[in-house]
């Protein structure tokens, strides 16, 4: 059995037309690491506040080991949560915030030192422990509000963007310190997050939002290696997409499919579009799955797209290429979609000049259609 379920849940705000969670269906397992990644407005937040308790669902149940937990109050729901907006308690300090929940729940004063010591050494905050909240920085502010959810070693943590206000060294290292935590203490984590790089360290699956509804839900490597849809493909990493129609047949592993002016391009079968109408379709390629030249015989495939080059961005370990589509590949009449390459250095053509043609090729294995 799931230790939580969302079942048919729905919520409607008062005054606002549009479902903030629309039918949601979700099973959490004991001990996973869940991630709810999504645009801002998708419902991820209002989600997590419906299993912490403060809100309450439309309609539909919400259950923790087979049981409605709706008529629970936060304080009776045993979870620790970090939320978006959810405040350290200002007139107390910062070793008393983290002390709070071993406080109500009456553990003895020297147990709750002891605890309240660890916690505070885990988020690197021991030097601040005598200050107000009012004192300490917004990412400081943060990694209290961190200990302050582990500290009673609860079963389901709750965490909102835990880690936005820190720097990227400090965000990093506390992601890894939570990856270790979710592994010692086995407990299980609901965890919100814009950034996709932080959901791949982090997730042992990841559930993609969009407008209250779940587009997908899986392991990070299957959402970035095996999208279901546009949306997810470009969610999650990079992708470079154009219009087209599926083309003559092609074969048991290979998809053909046409732009809008005729030019053939290959791409991996999909089951759903075998025997599918000449319906609109995406074709989508990863950034770093394209390889560029000045002559499409150096590109060593037959899916060869002409552009012009736009621009040439150094990144440190690897180039990213700005390449607009020409003519002849684009879809609709005004659509000029720009495209993406990212090369390593050592793969990157001689000589390349912003403003010169250029050819986007990539193998069929590398591209999906939509
Ligand atoms: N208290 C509220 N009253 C009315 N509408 C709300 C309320 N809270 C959220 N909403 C609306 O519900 C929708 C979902 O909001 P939610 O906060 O769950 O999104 P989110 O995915 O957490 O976004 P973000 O990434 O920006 O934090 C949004 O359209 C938002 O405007
Ligand atoms: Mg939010």
């Known amino acids: 059995m799931a230790l939580i379920e969302f079942d048919h849940v729905f919520k409607h705000y008062v005054g606002s037309n549009q479902a903030a969670v629309d039918d949601l269906n979700l099973h959490i397992e004991a001990g996973e690491f869940l991630t709810l990644l999504g645009p801002s407005g998708s419902g991820k937040t209002t989600t997590l506040m419906m299993l912490a308790g403060f809100e309450a669902p439309t309609s539909g149940a919400i259950r923790f080991e087979g049981k409605s937990i709706e008529s629970l109050p936060p304080h009776q729901r045993n979870m620790g949560v970090v939320f978006q907006s959810y405040s350290l308690f200002p007139h107390m300090t910062v070793a008393e915030n983290v002390a709070f929940p071993l406080s109500v729940r009456k553990l003895p004063q020297d147990q709750i030192t002891e605890r309240v010591r660890a916690a505070l050494a885990k988020v690197r905050l021991e030097a601040f422990a005598q200050r107000k909240p009012n004192q300490i920085s917004g990412g400081q502010q943060q990694r209290v509000a961190l200990a302050?959810?582990?500290?009673?070693?609860?079963?389901?943590?709750?965490?909102?963007?835990?880690?936005?206000?820190?720097?990227?060294?400090?965000?990093?290292?506390?992601?890894?310190?939570?990856?270790?935590?979710?592994?010692?203490?086995?407990?299980?984590?609901?965890?919100?997050?814009?950034?996709?790089?932080?959901?791949?360290?982090?997730?042992?699956?990841?559930?993609?939002?969009?407008?209250?509804?779940?587009?997908?839900?899986?392991?990070?490597?299957?959402?970035?290696?095996?999208?279901?849809?546009?949306?997810?493909?470009?969610?999650?990493?990079?992708?470079?997409?154009?219009?087209?129609?599926?083309?003559?047949?092609?074969?048991?592993?290979?998809?053909?499919?046409?732009?809008?002016?005729?030019?053939?391009?290959?791409?991996?079968?999909?089951?759903?579009?075998?025997?599918?109408?000449?319906?609109?379709?995406?074709?989508?390629?990863?950034?770093?799955?394209?390889?560029?030249?000045?002559?499409?015989?150096?590109?060593?495939?037959?899916?060869?797209?002409?552009a012009t080059l736009v621009d040439l961005i150094h990144q440190g370990d690897h180039w990213r290429l700005v390449a607009q589509l020409t003519g002849a590949a684009t879809g609709q009449a005004n659509e000029r979609p720009q495209w993406f390459a990212k090369i390593n250095p050592g793969a990157l053509p001689q000589g390349l000049v912003v403003g010169q043609n250029l050819c986007l090729g990539f193998r069929p294995e590398d591209a999906w259609v939509f």
């Open 148 to 306: 302050r959810a582990l500290v009673f070693e609860p079963r389901l943590v709750l965490m909102d963007e835990p880690l936005s206000a820190l720097d990227k060294k400090l965000r990093e290292e506390m992601q890894l310190e939570i990856r270790r935590l979710h592994r010692e203490l086995g407990v299980t984590m609901v965890f919100v997050t814009h950034d996709q790089s932080e959901a791949m360290t982090l997730s042992d699956r990841v559930a993609v939002f969009n407008h209250g509804r779940i587009e997908q839900l899986a392991s990070p490597k299957e959402l970035y290696d095996a999208p279901i849809n546009p949306f997810v493909a470009s969610f999650l990493g990079d992708n470079n997409m154009i219009s087209v129609v599926p083309g003559s047949s092609g074969d048991n592993t290979h998809a053909v499919v046409k732009t809008s002016d005729g030019l053939n391009l290959v791409s991996r079968q999909r089951q759903d579009l075998s025997g599918a109408p000449a319906a609109a379709a995406t074709l989508c390629v990863r950034p770093e799955f394209l390889r560029v030249a000045s002559d499409p015989s150096a590109l060593g495939t037959s899916n060869c797209i002409s």
